[in-house]
């Protein structure tokens, strides 16, 4: 029987990391950890990195959209 939780290796937390750094959504996370959402918020949240909110990713768009514009 496998367990229900993953096991977080040195690898996804580097993966973690840098994917935040970049700016990448914690959905993106999640999808290309192959975890849920609360779980990367989680071992964000523990390890002290800062995952962009929503409000945040969509105050990016707006911004980029209006330098585009111009």
Known sequence: MM????????ADI????VMAAA???PIKC???L???VQAI???ASRLGIHLPTLR???KRLREAEAEAAQ
Not at 3 to 10: D, F, H, T, Y
Not at 14 to 17: K, P, Q, S
């Open 56 to 58: 945040e990713q969509r």
């Open 3 to 10: 367990p229900l939780v993953k096991p977080w290796s040195e």
């Open 23 to 25: 700016g990448a959504s």
């Open 14 to 17: 580097e993966r973690l990391r």
């Open 30 to 32: 999640a999808a290309a």
């Open 41 to 43: 918020r989680r071992q």
């Open 34 to 36: 192959r975890r849920n």
